[in-house]
């Protein structure tokens, strides 16, 4: 299967995406995701059909295929007028003259022709023609596919009053046919409208803008000459490879990931963390594409490129998770999929009874065009997308990446959340504070090499702890090893001795004594035992206040020993504590707490993963292992604990903020349409309050980025 990335234009409401989606369903494409607020398309091609086929299956339903996701069809955006606005500005001088011809003539007999129907024939006749090319066509592309969108109803206002008016002229019954203004003034007013909404929609992007313009800067190349004499040259950070070397001086931008091989220097990472404190990196250390040199001159290797950077992988889960969509998204989507043939029936409804009440044909047609006009499935659908393109792009700047949609909503219904320990609740920075050789036989180099020699094949914090500590050359080559989850490491030398070094539970046969974080074997015979202290993250007890405060029950699950762990738990007030549980007695843990109620659990190590698979959401640290970061719903970036208050209220305020949206949207709807059927609304002021709903939603959903969540 291929994933197939593309960028779509002529997409208007949230009918365009949905007809985009059916059809790539009906050509069996899997894992399809369309947003119509920024034109992204992204699906699996499963039936490995020809692409060329499948663009031209989207032209035909009126959309354009622009490019690849990665090529944005970046000229549409930078230096030209959008075509919305050029079809507003266009349209507006001979609408305005339609719209003021009964003024005018009024004010000076002299310009009285500008009254005369074959005159407001030749001002509206240029409007309905740039208004056909563009809703006439969409209208016409999506019948003949069976998927009616929002322009069949615009086509048939517009061209309902433009042809009854032309009826009239060639009649000779202008005077009772003039509806021309009208007809010019329904497409100027949706083109406006259109314009409006895109402009609104195009602020709710505005932080993944931010992202994406700061991938685009120049670096400066470290190359040699024949004399081995540094070089540099300026190149775009594009042309960069892994393994090039670039420096970075102070004040300029972090052109690309890389790794620190010279100097030292004070760095800005806010673009990635939210976090505007520079933070000091030496050699060796890791510097984010993006990020600022405030202070210091560095040299560093490139060590991602293209799209395995950490800043394009942000870009993409944002996008990604803007394509999707939440539960309470389900219920507008099955009501905008059968809106328009609903709102034709009532303009056919509306029509006939109208005639029939009143026996005024121009009544009539006036009223059924008013609810042609003044219908908007749009609203319905910007509702959502809108809110969570906001969500998102705040949570993307503020160092909180969501994976999908549906956790921005499930956020609202956590009631409690478990913390893992290590790493999490503590900074998972440990240094060794003592240990014991208990076999008077074995050297302290000899049990420092053992442990060593186990340690260097685990990446759990305390694990690291002890082979940065005790690194030594002379390492003993297993002859096979193990990492056992929840118990620690197990190997056997070429002699064929069993080591083991791990938690309590490893050695539990052969001591009493619990209190120890590491114990070491030989043969089942206890070597020593090691301790380690690590230190509790400053913000923690800031976080589970809170937490209580939203009346959020929390819990405290480790594999660490129950002494351990209660005092630490004690010690910040948690509710719920549990200790020495293996990677699945978490999951049981974890499974059962969320049976009770809806439950978030935050956690950075390998054995949290399956725990953060199975929990309603799953939070993790972006510093955490890959597995914990791959299992978790939500990702916290640099030391993000801090973060969470945010991340759980920028949940419930997005979920909110869709409520309101869908709530306008419907309301919108149930109120305007009976009022236009019963002739209380003008087909020109339903256009232009038609225009206006989709801001209205727009504006509700910038405000999130403004809004105190916590």
Known sequence: ?????????????????????????????????????????????????????????????????????????????????????????????????????????????????????????????PVYIIGMQFFGKSAWKSIRNRMPNMNVLITLGATAAYGYSLYGSITGQ???????????????????????????????????????????????????????????????????????????????????????????????????????????????????????????????????????????GIIQLVREAQGEKPPVQQLADKISAVFIPTVLLIAVGTFAFNFIWTTNLEAALLRSIAVLVIACPCAMGLATPAAIAVGLGRAARSGILFRNAKSLELFQNIKQIVFDKTGTLTTGKFEIGSFKLLDAALSEESFKTICYSLEKFSNHPIAQCVSTNWKTKDTIHWKNIEEVKGLGMKATDREGNEFRIGSYKMASNLISDHTH??????????????????????????????LHRKNIKTILLSGDSVARTEALGQKLGVGVIYGEKSPEEKLAVIAQLTEQSPTAMVGDGINDAPALAKATIGISMNEASQIAVQSAQVVLMNHGLKKLPTALGLGRHTFLT??????????????????????YLTPTLGALVMGLSDVVLAINSVRLFVKRVE
């Open 658 to 679: 869709i409520q309101q949206n869908l709530f306008w949207a419907f309301a919108y709807n149930i109120i305007a349409i009976p009022v236009a059927a019963f002739g």
């Open 1 to 125: 299967m291929k994933a197939i990335k593309w960028k779509v234009e002529g997409m208007d409401c949230s009918t365009c995406a949905l007809n985009i989606h059916r059809y790539l369903e009906k050509e069996g494409m899997k894992e399809i995701r369309v947003n119509f607020a920024t034109g992204d398309v992204q699906f699996q091609n499963a039936a490995e059909q020809e692409e060329a086929k499948l663009q031209k299956g989207i032209s035909d339903l009126g959309y354009t295929v622009v490019g690849t996701d990665a090529e944005k069809s970046e000229s549409t955006k930078e230096g030209r007028l959008s075509p919305q606005l050029l079809r507003f500005l266009i349209c507006l001088p001979p609408t305005l003259l339609l719209l003021f011809s009964h003024t005018l003539a009024f004010l000076s007999g002299h310009i009285e022709w500008l009254h005369h129907h074959w005159v407001q024939f030749a001002l509206a006749t």
């Open 174 to 312: 202008a005077e009772n046919f003039l509806f021309y203004e009208t007809a010019a003034t329904i497409i100027t007013l949706v083109f406006m409208g259109n314009y409006l909404e895109d402009a609104s929609i195009s602020s709710t992007q505005r932080a993944l803008d931010q992202l994406v313009l700061s991938q685009k800067v120049m670096a400066t190349m470290i190359a040699f000459d024949d004399a081995h004499q540094e070089q540099y040259f300026p190149v775009e950070n594009k042309q960069l490879r892994i393994g090039d070397l670039i420096l970075i001086k102070s004040g300029e931008q972090v052109p690309i990931d890389c790794k620190i091989l010279w100097g030292d220097a004070h760095v800005n990472e806010s673009i990635i963390t939210g976090e505007t404190l520079p933070l000091r990196r030496i050699a060796k250390d890791k510097l984010i594409g993006g990020s600022i040199i405030t202070d210091g001159t560095v040299k560093a290797q490139v060590t991602a490129t293209g799209d395995d950077t950490v800043l394009a």
């Open 517 to 546: 974080n590491l114990y070491v074997t030989k043969n089942n015979f206890l070597l020593g035992w090691i301790d380690v202290t690590d230190q509790i993250r400053p913000e923690a007890q800031q976080v589970i206040n809170y």
